[in-house]
């Protein structure tokens, strides 16, 4: 059982899975038009929730809303699974693949066989796209890799079942049907407006109010916990930004690549010009990161490095809320 499919490589899980399984039903869409018309910028602080003993900060929404968001605007029916038992959520890939039909899943990452070590941790929110099975094991399209891989069946089925935070209890998807036509004019508009919404959210909990609250926090932990606390917790933060799923940074440059592409598609100068602007303030997540590293790894020699921390992270979230009120009335 192998479908003919072909495997791209992403920047981000969601946006590779998304591309890659409408890409072998004959739809092609870019990485960066993917994530923006789903969305996928965004940011949320949960400090009462702990993933990995730190708390909870996430770059991206939900694990599916990618996809649910862009394949509603869009037209595109997608089909999605949740097995309570582990033998139907093996029963119904295997269906699916015997009519070669590449099928996404939501899996846990601390024991995907075929990442380093170092990229190994409990992250239960990682896509991968399942297309066919050879020799007893699975043929994986896994889109932060440039080659396809495999996973014997209890391999898959242990990060299908992962426990902790966000368990993905043998959670699969895949599109079945797609529209022969679409006109992208309002879609765009309407991603774009939710994005806006979300980062300029009246709540503390999401968007650049969120950011600001990390920027407090920040201060807190070191002087609450102390130095090797707040550095685990800084470590943490970093590794969400910038390992697992590209966040800060990275999720700044597909926005700027999707306001590039959504500005020549509505011919709109300003999203264009737009497009630069938040490419800049990527590479100043970039930066906030970097410093962080230093300070985790003990190689900062900067005075006050938590308050310089801090103040750059609330700087940031200024530059943000500038910059998502102007895109809003672009738009």
């Known amino acids: 059982m192998q479908a003919d499919f072909q495997h791209k490589q992403a920047a981000h899980c969601e946006n590779g899975a998304i591309v890659n399984l409408l890409g072998n039903k004959g739809f092609k869409i870019s990485e960066p038009m993917a994530f923006g018309l789903g969305s996928g910028l965004f940011f949320v602080y949960l400090p009462f929730l702990k993933i990995n003993h730190a708390p909870g900060i996430s770059y991206r929404p939900m694990p599916g809303k990618i996809f649910n968001r862009m394949a509603k605007r869009l037209g595109i029916k997608v089909q999605r699974f949740k097995f309570s038992d582990p033998k139907k959520a093996q029963q119904k890939l295997d269906e699916n693949l015997s009519k070669n039909i590449p099928t996404g899943l939501v899996v846990g990452v601390y024991n995907l066989t075929y990442f380093p070590d170092e990229y190994r941790f409990h992250f239960n929110a990682h896509n991968i796209v399942v297309f066919g099975k050879e020799a007893g094991k699975y043929l994986i399209s896994d889109s932060v890799l440039d080659h396809t891989v495999s996973l014997t069946a209890n391999e898959l089925d242990k990060v ?98 999707f306001l590039q592409e959504a500005g020549e598609y509505l011919q709109n100068q300003e999203l264009m010009n737009l497009s630069q602007e938040m490419a800049l303030i990527g590479d100043k997540w970039r930066d906030f990161a970097l410093e962080a590293s230093r300070v985790v790894k003990k190689r900062s020699n900067t005075e006050n490095v938590y308050q310089v921390l801090s103040n750059d992270l609330m700087k940031l979230a200024d530059l943000e809320e500038a910059f998502f009120k102007k895109l809003k009335k672009t738009i």
């Open 160 to 257: 299908r079942y992962a426990k902790g935070a966000l368990a993905p209890k043998g959670h699969l998807y895949y599109p079945t049907s797609i529209p022969e036509t679409m006109d992208l004019t309002n879609p765009i508009k309407k991603a774009i407006k939710q994005t806006c919404n979300d980062m300029l959210a009246p709540v503390p909990l999401v968007g650049v109010k969120a950011i600001r609250w990390v920027a407090k926090d920040i201060l807190k932990w070191h002087k609450k916990f102390g130095v090797v606390k707040a550095n685990y917790n800084l470590a943490n933060m970093i590794r969400m930004q910038e390992e697992i799923g590209t966040g800060g940074g990275g999720f700044r440059f597909i926005y700027a690549a």
